[in-house]
Nanobody, 117 residues
Framework: QVRLVESGGGLVQSGRSLRLSCSVSGTIFSLLTMNWYRRGPGKERDLVASITFDGRTSYSDSVQGRFTISRDDAKKTVYLELNDLKSEDTDVYYC???????????WGQGTQVTVSS
């Protein structure tokens, strides 16, 4: 059974930083494209950042230059470094994994990030 567990969310002041982590178990991590999404109340989940099996990254316009996604295949973990946080970054952040061979898709439970102004 594939399991994704996020950690690292919390309350932080505007302009500060947080690092989110997502640990993966139950599958071969190197087969996965890893993504971070976020969603506020009543909203669709928006893709924030992605990293492929070979380390290629992409970001939404709203976080480009402030957030950094990375992965540690040995630890089966993906990270999202959130810098220069703004109040509009307040949201629930979800870790997502997509298997590039069989199309399987998996979600974590979400972690709350709250930015106070």
């Amino acid at each position: 059974q594939v399991r994704l567990v996020e950690s690292g969310g919390g309350l932080v002041q505007s302009g500060r930083s947080l690092r989110l982590s997502c640990s993966v178990s139950g599958t071969i991590f190197s087969l996965l494209t890893m993504n971070w999404y976020r969603r506020g109340p009543g909203k669709e989940r928006d893709l924030v950042a992605s990293i492929t099996f070979d380390g290629r990254t992409s970001y939404s316009d709203s976080v480009q230059g402030r957030f950094t996604i990375s992965r540690d295949d040995a630890k089966k973990t993906v990270y999202l470094e959130l810098n220069d946080l703004k109040s509009e970054d307040t949201d629930v952040y979800y870790c997502n994994a997509k298997n590039r061979y069989n199309g399987g898709e998996y979600w974590g439970q979400g972690t709350q990030v709250t930015v106070s102004s």
